[in-house]
């Protein structure tokens, strides 16, 4: 096996079998927030980290209670802080999880995920199976123009033990890749589609017609968080499918290996859901998989999401 170091240059990396055989390394350095954050206490509420550079409970706020512009603000510095932050014991239904999203912004819908009577709730209800498909690490929507800025989650029905789900650090991912990588991401850009993602889920008819509905888009490889100013490796396994510029075979060697660093345990945070959880995350700065391991049991969860902007 091959570990990629900055001693080895960019164009070094055009062999393919040398990035196939890499190896991830473990994290040099591991920062939650980049160097200008705000890292003021919070005054409204307490903010339990639960990892080194992601997640943390929220305790001392009552999502069923008005959120000022106060409150607000420092909800929202501190999902940009933690990327994704928890809330236990909220009794909450989707009405109210509609208005506290669209304190955020305007609502999104997907129409390949089951709907009820409001389009902007996604739901989510497995367990018949034994296997599923939804775990895969990935970033919602990302074959939209202006992926989501975020979403929140809440469980309708929990496993009795199971069903976590797992939130990755990208920034911290972009912070860890070998220097010859970044040099040689860094500017680029990749298609995404919505054809990996959903095409077990379609018939080749339905599938000719999302395509038409949703061509390709183009994001960078490495995007800029447009309020921390974070650098953010934005690619991922469900929709990303070359990169441009590349020989396919190049391009795939080298997605493989940025598709690992989602996996590397210290950027992760798993958030073990009790009844009345909630999760808000940044879907700027993370990836997200949802661990099938409940079976026979059913997990229900229904999900809102935030129309976000044009990556960077």
Do not use: C
Request: aromatic content about 10%.
């Amino acid at each position: 096996m091959t570990v990629l170091t900055s001693a080895q240059s960019a164009e070094g990396l055009r062999d393919t079998r040398a990035v196939d055989e890499a190896v991830v390394e473990g994290p040099r350095v591991l920062r939650r927030l980049p160097d200008s954050a705000d890292d003021r206490p919070y005054e409204l509420f307490e903010a339990r980290p639960l990892g080194r550079v992601i997640g943390a409970e929220i305790h001392g706020v009552d999502l069923r209670a008005p959120i000022g512009p106060e409150l607000r603000a420092e909800l929202h510095r501190a999902l940009l802080e933690f990327k994704v932050v928890f809330f236990r014991d909220q009794r909450i239904d989707a009405d109210r999880q509609r208005e506290i999203a669209r304190l955020w912004g305007e609502l999104e819908t997907n129409p390949f995920i089951e709907q009820g009577d409001d389009p902007h709730v996604a739901r989510f209800a497995k367990g018949a199976m034994p296997t599923g498909f939804e775990n895969v690490w990935h970033t919602d929507v990302t074959w939209r123009e202006n992926p989501a800025m975020g979403a929140i989650l809440r469980l309708v029905e929990v496993p009795p033990q199971g069903g976590d789900t797992l939130w990755a650090d990208m920034g911290a991912a972009y912070d860890n890749l070998p220097e010859a990588v970044r040099e040689r991401i860094d500017g680029a850009v990749a298609e995404h589609d919505v054809v990996p993602g959903f095409a077990r889920f379609l018939d080749a008819e339905r599938l000719r017609s999302w395509q038409d509905r949703f061509p390709p888009v183009r994001h960078p490889v490495v995007r800029t968080h447009p309020e921390t100013g974070r650098r953010t490796l934005f690619v991922n396994v469900s929709f990303t499918t070359r990169i441009l510029g590349m020989d396919r075979e190049e391009s795939d060697a080298l997605l493989r290996f940025l598709f690992q660093q989602a996996h590397v345990p210290e950027y992760q945070v798993r958030f073990r859901w009790e009844r009345d959880s909630v999760a808000f995350w940044d879907n700027r700065a993370t990836q997200h998989y949802a661990a099938n391991d409940y079976h026979p049991h059913r997990r229900v969860a229904e999900r809102v999401a935030i129309v976000g902007d044009r990556p960077f």
